[in-house]
């Protein structure tokens, strides 16, 4: 809610500082019609009042004064939170330039020379309560439209989380539907070499029961011997001894798929994700192409130019992390079709795997953004900017680094290096 301006403003409060007690009962006699007046007869004691309440909204302050003195009583006011926004006035018998320009540097707001005249003394009393008054509602406001701010600032941050959240979940989703769909083709065809297979026994069975119904009815007729014949011919069961092995293999091999498949994602994910462990990074590398091959194997022909590279003590699951989310960015980044390819190799302290594709490339100008956290040139809901963040801290935490070169037209190359030992 906006400040309320409207209410009846209460009188403003002076507190009229002077050691000579007629010169008090003056201020207080010109002053008490229009406003609320607290009076001081040293410098303590201003500064026990203005402490106070109610606060003073103006201070006329006298300079000399036995104990502590205006200047220093100012001084005070301005070091302290609470009332350096107290506009003082000194009114003083001293009338000369330097100390008119001491209390004006210490901060007065302005500087009347007694004797006054009462009329010039109560216009600059309204002048300056009227920049006090300015100045606060300045200050309200200040603090409305900070608190404002601030509230918008923890909604659009609930807002982006919400959003943040249906994308992770909608990415999970794709993945998830990439994956049911590459186990749901192996056991399409199982199922349907099942099928098969019990139509196959069927006719297996019929000629078995033939051969039992044959051998029952002995002595051997000839003629049963060539209706038997028939029969097998008729079930083709030459064919069938040579078909049930290949449907079984075949089925074999879908069921194996689908094991690997399982298995990839229980490697990739597997429990012991916190656990550094001495590992080989082709075979991360390979799983996880086999877990995204589905986003892959339309548009991109993936080569592989592995090096001889020797095993690094990593967390394998979040490096495959990072594997998963420049091979999906490059896949992304090629429209029509194109190809990706890994490359890995090392050098006496370090490893590195390069992933390069021939894809659309990066704007010169996103390429010092790539790493922060929610830089994204991808509609909503295929990007969330946060994959090569995600990536950058899993990388550095492994004490390496992510390098990346780019033509806009030609593709990018993203050169994960990592540490051989870790230290
Ligand atoms: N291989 C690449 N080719 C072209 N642009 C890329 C490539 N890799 C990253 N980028 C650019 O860097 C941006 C940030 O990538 P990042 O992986 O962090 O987020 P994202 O892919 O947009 O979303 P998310 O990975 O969270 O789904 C991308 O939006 C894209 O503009
Ligand atoms: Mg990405």
Redesign the pocket.
């Known amino acids: 809610m906006e400040p309320d301006n409207q209410s009846a403003e209460p009188m403003p409060t002076i507190l009229v500082v002077d050691d000579d007690f007629f010169n008090l009962s003056v201020f207080k006699q010109c002053l008490t019609p229009d406003y609320e007046i607290l009076t001081a007869t040293s410098g303590e004691l201003t500064l026990q009042l203005a402490n106070g309440a109610p606060k003073p909204d103006l201070i006329l302050l006298d300079v000399m004064m036995p104990g502590m003195d205006g200047y220093e009583t100012l001084s005070h006011l301005k070091t302290n939170p609470h009332t350096q926004d107290i506009p003082v006035i000194f009114v003083t018998g001293l009338s000369s330039d330097i100390d008119e320009e001491r209390g004006l540097q210490l901060g007065a707001a302005d500087y009347i020379y007694k004797p006054y005249h009462l009329s010039i003394l109560l216009a600059r009393i309204r002048t300056q309560l009227e920049l006090k008054k300015a100045r606060d509602w300045l200050k309200n406001q200040n603090a409305f439209l900070e608190a404002e701010l601030e509230r918008r600032h923890q909604e659009n941050q609930q807002v982006h989380l919400q959003l943040l959240q249906s994308e992770k979940l909608a990415?999970i989703g794709q993945l998830a539907a990439g994956i049911a769909h590459e186990i749901n083709n192996p056991i399409g065809f199982v199922n349907s070499n099942l099928n098969t297979l019990n139509a196959y026994l069927c006719d297996i069975f019929t000629v078995l029961d033939a051969d039992d119904a044959l051998i029952a009815g002995s002595p051997i007729t000839p003629d049963a011997l060539q209706k038997l014949l028939e029969l097998k011919q008729q079930k083709n069961i030459d064919y069938l001894r040579s078909d049930i092995p290949e449907l079984i293999a075949e089925s074999q091999e879908g069921l194996s798929r689908v094991r690997n498949i399982i298995q990839d994602l229980k490697d990739f994910s597997h429990a012991k994700s916190n656990d550094w462990e001495l590992s080989d990074l082709h075979k991360g590398i390979d799983l996880t192409l086999n877990i995204i091959c589905n986003e892959l194997k339309y548009h991109c022909t993936v080569h592989k130019e592995y090096g001889d590279i020797p095993k690094i003590v990593c967390l394998p699951s979040q490096l495959n992390q990072v594997f998963m989310?420049l091979l999906?960015?490059?896949a992304?980044?090629i429209e029509t079709k194109g190809d990706i390819t890994i490359r890995t190799g090392h050098n006496a302290k370090e490893v590195w795997v390069e992933i390069s594709?021939n894809?659309?490339?990066?704007d010169p100008e996103?390429l010092t953004h790539?790493f922060e956290p929610f830089?994204?040139?991808?509609p909503i809901g295929?990007?969330?900017?946060?994959?090569?963040?995600i990536s950058q801290n899993i990388v550095c935490k492994h004490g390496g680094r992510i390098e990346v070169s780019?033509k806009v037209g030609l593709g990018?190359t993203?050169q994960v290096w990592l540490p051989i030992r870790r230290e």
């Open positions: 990415a989310n999906i960015n490059a992304q980044a594709d894809g659309k490339g990066i996103h790539l830089f994204t040139t991808k295929k990007g969330t900017g946060l994959g090569l963040s780019s990018s993203f």
